[in-house]
């Protein structure tokens, strides 16, 4: 949607996205699966226009996520207005191909320059409720939004992780221990939980290597209500990005803390069965310069559906976010009408708890 259109003239879009793979006039744009990724990218293009940026969380030399800011186009490669920049969803951040054995899998949002179509910015996008079920009887202080995490975001992060290496020129061989593998490539349980410990250091110490070379990975915006209601809160909306160091506090602070509480790793959960996808995908790569996704993934299910790769709750997440912006969001309710345009509220399929709001809210576009 062009900046500045009269509302009269205006087609039912988003704010800044005026050149995507998607057609926003059409009722399929709106649905369930399209908005979730469609208006995060719209959301964060107009907190750059207010003259914000988005909330960063990166990892620092002493594996805490800090908190940090990063402009959207920093963030996009471009700025999110510009003619040049084109907003590829649900498509394949080609790349990353060459480090993987079969299909690479799509990601929620590529950036991609129009002129010459290189492909600029891969992003996993989840659009999070605030508070969660967890959180919903606390104190907004302590409010916090679930995440559930699919397996190809792991795969993005394995490749993003190579691509940070190879580009720095980090010896990795001196990062991973192809040792491992062999107690691994086998579903030999007590194995595997005996060397989880291990893993963690590998993971640890390729993340301290990239410490100066952080890339986004997740573009999480959260939406609040009042508690439980459906209730938009008046500061509703934030921009947070995760970076893909930062992201791997999400599964490895889990398994450390089990260490800890119980002195070992007893049962395979969906988070240590994570780090074991994880560390087996980078460990292929550096013996073979590939690795074969779908078959670590299939292989390596330890008995539990591959459906998701891990998810945690909101009184984890809150612990990595935080802020003041996550208690008091920056974006109003009713500034959500300069980022839903042309009428396009009246084209959503309330099937989702942020598309019913929107779309039972007609107060918000008066």
């Not at 480090?99 to 910015?121: E, F, N």
């Not at 992003?123 to 916090?144: F, Q, W």
């Not at 995760?242 to 602070?253: E, K, P, Y």
Request: glycine content about 4%; charged content about 20%.
């Amino acid at each position: 949607m062009l900046i500045g259109e009269p509302l009269s003239n205006q087609k039912p879009g988003l704010f800044c996205i005026n050149y995507s793979n998607r057609d926003f006039s059409r009722k399929e744009a709106w649905g369930k699966n399209c908005f979730n990724s469609t208006f995060p990218a719209a959301l964060s293009a107009f907190i750059q226009s207010c003259g914000l940026e988005n909330i960063y969380l990166k990892l620092d030399s002493s594996y805490k996520v800090v908190h940090s800011s990063i402009l959207t186009s920093e963030l996009y490669g471009l700025a999110p207005n510009s003619n040049n920049l084109f907003y590829a969803f649900e498509t394949q951040f080609t790349p990353y191909q060459q480090y993987l054995i079969g299909s690479l899998p799509r990601v929620d949002l590529v950036l991609q320059a129009r002129d010459t179509g290189a492909c600029l910015r891969p992003l996993e996008v989840k659009l999070t409720a605030l508070p969660d079920r967890t959180t919903c009887n606390l104190s907004e202080s302590l409010y916090g939004c679930e995440l559930v995490i699919r397996p190809d975001t792991i795969v993005y992060l394995a490749c993003m992780l190579i691509d940070g290496i190879l580009s720095h020129n980090i010896p990795y061989n001196d990062l991973l221990d192809p040792r491992l593998l062999s107690e691994i490539n086998g579903i030999e349980f007590d194995n595997v939980l005996q060397i989880v410990p291990a893993l963690i250091e590998i993971i640890d110490r390729v993340a301290f290597s990239l410490l100066d070379y952080q890339k986004p990975l997740l573009l999480q915006p959260v939406w609040k209500t009042e508690g439980k209601s459906p209730k938009l809160s008046e500061n509703c909306l934030d921009v947070f990005v995760w970076s893909d160091l930062a992201f791997t506090r999400l599964f490895v602070d889990l398994v450390k803390t089990e260490i800890q509480l119980s002195g070992s790793i007893r049962l395979i959960t969906r988070p240590v069965r994570t780090l074991i996808w994880l560390f087996k995908m980078l460990s292929d790569f550096c013996n073979a310069g590939n690795f074969n996704a779908k078959r670590i993934i299939d292989n390596l299910s330890y008995n539990t559906k591959n459906d998701k790769a891990f998810a945690v709750s909101g009184s984890f997440t809150n612990r990595y976010m935080k802020c003041s912006q996550l208690e008091c969001p920056r974006i109003t309710k009713y500034q959500i009408q300069q980022i839903v345009l042309g009428g396009g509220q009246n084209l959503l399929s309330p099937e989702r708890r942020f598309d019913a709001i929107i779309y039972n809210s007609p107060d918000l576009f008066t």
